[in-house]
Each structure stands twice: as structure tokens, then as C-alpha cells.
């Protein structure tokens, strides 16, 4: 239950880094401030949004089998939300109707409406083969690919110039998410350091503060989803849950309601229709780039647009329940799964995805 709620936290911090961006905050302060500080730092925590929510899925994958009614409703929530909106937003007047945004709407995996989303699919699609290499290997041979993988897109831009044949695009694609893939893996399998939480939690503060010191001393370099400190508290804070137990029960009543409607949150809140609307008519954020409110209404906006998506996600959820929850939509997916290239693919694993 630990983990869900890290979930939660993690999709928080990621709906932070989308208003700090696509609301203007990070271009509107000025270095040197006390507003700077704080936005920036707020900005450097939530860095560890995206790498833990990868982590959390490598850690499940890495220990269950590849599901394709899983792959499939991924794609049917993907594609459900971004039609919807589109459809909505364009009989509103507030998108152009046209056979490009049409395609795109309908379309959101293959054109990269979402870069997230694309890249977790592409993911998933790789799950049995990447758990291939996680249940053959053994504990050296996985410790000497973590640090390999580390090494080509972790550290090397710490200390040496990009090389564009071992960039992951700062985090944004697949690549990295498959290196986040095996640290979750080694995590799962292999790390079981009697180790205090509370060590773990200190340790990812210290290196986001680190980040967060050098940016506002004028130096960026380790504001990357692959830089190494950036990575390190992402790994920190995910060991740092899986070590805490929630035993009270309506709390873990609520985050067992919450959490799987997380991506919903990020597949709303950052669709580009609903961006254009929400930080320029609805929050309307440009009004207090110079105001001291600002250290409120972050917050205050982040928990709204987090609260708002997750209530239209679930309306969404229950408007497709008869649909995904049919004998027919259960049919569709076991025929997929009795393709023969399927059947070879899983026949080869012992067990090992999600």
C-alpha cells in the first residue's frame, strides 16, 4: 500500500512540473529572489516524479506475467481520454476540426500526443523480453548491467561532453525508461539492505537540495531525468516507501481509491487542448508571476488540477466500464492472445511481466 501512495505523491509531483512549465512560472521569475528559490526547488523535488513512476512499474513487471488485456486497456484509456477531449474541446469551439487533429486525437500512441504515454507503451511491449534477460541472469551479471547502463546514460554526461549516439534525450523516451526498467528489477530481486527508511528519505532530500543549490547558483547541469542525483533520489524515495508500512485502514481505503487513477490525472491534465485552457483561462497563472501568493497558490492549484482530473477520470472509467468490463472486450483480448507470434513470446518465459 506503500507504494500506491507513492504513486499518488509521484503524480503530484508531476502535475507540479507541468503547471511550474507549461503555466510560465519557470520563465516569469527572476534568478535571485526569494520567488526563484522557491519555484526552482519545487521544481528539482518534482523531477522525481517521472523516474519513480517508471520504477514502481519496473518493480511490479519485473515480478508478474506480460498481460495483454493489461496492454490493451492501456491503449483503450489512452485512446478514450484523447478522442473525448478533442471531441469535447472542438464542439466547444476551443479546437479546430480538422482531419490532422482528428487522426491525432484518435491516434495518440503513434503520433506522440503524449510523450510519456508512447514511451510506456513501447515499454510494455518489451516487458517479456526485457524479463527475459531479468529471470536468466544472475545477481553479477544483473549488477554489471545496472552499472553499464548507468555509466552510458547516466554518468557519462556528468563527465564528459553528450554524445548523441548515448543520449536518452534527457530522459525523454524509452531508453531510459528500459535503464529504469533493470534498476527496478535489481531492486526487486536483489536489494534487501537492513537499512532505516529514514536514510533512504534523507538521501533523496540531499540530493535534490544539492540540484536545486546548483541551478539557483546558475548551473542546470543535474536538472535532467538522467542526471545522476536526479536518478539517485528518485531510486532513494522509492526505497524509502517500500520500506514504510500504512496500517490505518480508511487511509489505505482511500489510496487503494486514488491511486489507479493516477495516469488518468496525467493523461487530462496534460493533453494539449486542456492545457491551452486550463493555465491561460482557468488558473490564469500569469497574473501572479510577481506575487508572493504564489508559495499558496501553487499548492492550492496543483491539489485542484490533481482533484478535478481524477473525478473526470473516474467518470471516464465508469462511462467504459460496460465496455471493458464485457464478456466481449474479454473475448477480444484472449483471441489477441492466442495470436501465434503471441503464444511463442510467452511460451519462452517462465513468468515475468504485468
Not at 2 to 14: C, G, K, P, T
Not at 185 to 195: N, S, T, V
Request: glycine share 8%; net charge positive; with cysteine.
Amino acid at each position: 500500500m506503500s507504494i500506491e501512495l507513492l504513486r499518488i505523491l509521484l503524480m503530484l509531483m508531476i502535475v507540479t512540473l507541468h503547471y511550474l512549465g507549461h503555466g510560465g512560472l519557470l520563465d516569469a521569475v527572476l534568478p535571485g529572489g526569494g520567488r526563484y528559490v522557491f519555484v526552482w526547488t519545487l521544481e528539482t523535488f518534482s523531477y522525481m516524479g517521472v523516474n519513480g513512476f517508471v520504477l514502481i512499474s519496473g518493480y511490479y513487471l519485473a515480478g508478474s506475467d506480460f498481460k495483454i488485456k493489461k496492454l490493451i486497456a492501456l491503449l483503450v484509456q489512452i485512446v478514450s481520454t484523447s478522442a473525448a477531449i478533442y471531441l469535447i474541446f472542438a464542439a466547444a469551439g476551443l479546437a479546430p476540426l480538422t482531419k490532422g487533429h482528428l487522426f491525432g486525437a484518435f491516434f495518440p500512441v503513434i503520433t506522440g500526443k503524449y510523450w510519456f504515454a508512447t514511451s510506456y507503451i513501447a515499454l510494455y511491449c518489451l516487458v517479456p523480453f526485457l524479463n527475459m534477460v531479468v529471470k536468466t541472469a544472475t545477481k553479477q551479471q544483473m549488477q554489471i548491467l545496472v552499472v553499464l547502463l548507468s555509466a552510458m546514460f547516466c554518468s557519462w554526461n556528468a563527465f564528459f561532453p553528450p554524445l548523441t549516439i548515448m543520449s536518452t534525450n534527457g530522459g525523454y523516451n524509452v531508453v531510459w525508461m528500459v535503464c529504469l526498467y533493470f534498476f527496478a528489477a535489481y531492486l526487486r530481486l536483489y536489494w534487501d539492505r537492513r537499512i532505516s527508511p529514514c536514510w533512504y528519505l534523507a538521501g533523496a532530500v540531499l540530493c535534490c537540495v544539492f540540484v536545486a543549490w546548483k541551478k539557483c547558483t546558475g548551473s542546470g547541469a543535474f536538472l535532467s531525468y538522467v542526471s545522476v542525483p536526479i536518478t539517485l533520489a528518485s531510486i532513494l524515495l522509492f526505497l524509502f516507501f517500500r520500506g514504510i508500512t500504512i496500517e490505518n485502514r480508511a487511509v489505505s481505503r482511500v489510496i487503494s481509491f486514488v491511486s489507479p487513477l493516477t495516469f488518468g490525472v496525467y493523461l487530462i491534465s496534460d493533453n494539449i487542448w486542456v492545457r491551452g485552457v486550463l493555465y491561460t483561462r482557468i488558473l490564469r497563472t500569469s497574473l501572479y508571476f510577481d506575487s508572493a501568493k504564489i508559495l499558496f497558490i501553487i499548492p492550492a492549484s496543483v491539489l485542484a488540477i490533481f482533484a478535478a482530473a481524477m473525478l473526470l477520470e473516474r467518470i471516464r472509467a465508469l462511462l467504459l466500464q460496460p465496455l471493458t468490463g464485457s464478456a466481449a472486450f474479454q473475448r477480444f483480448c484472449d483471441r489477441v492472445a492466442g495470436l501465434k507470434f503471441l503464444r511463442g513470446g510467452a511460451s519462452g518465459q517462465s513468468g515475468g511481466t504485468a
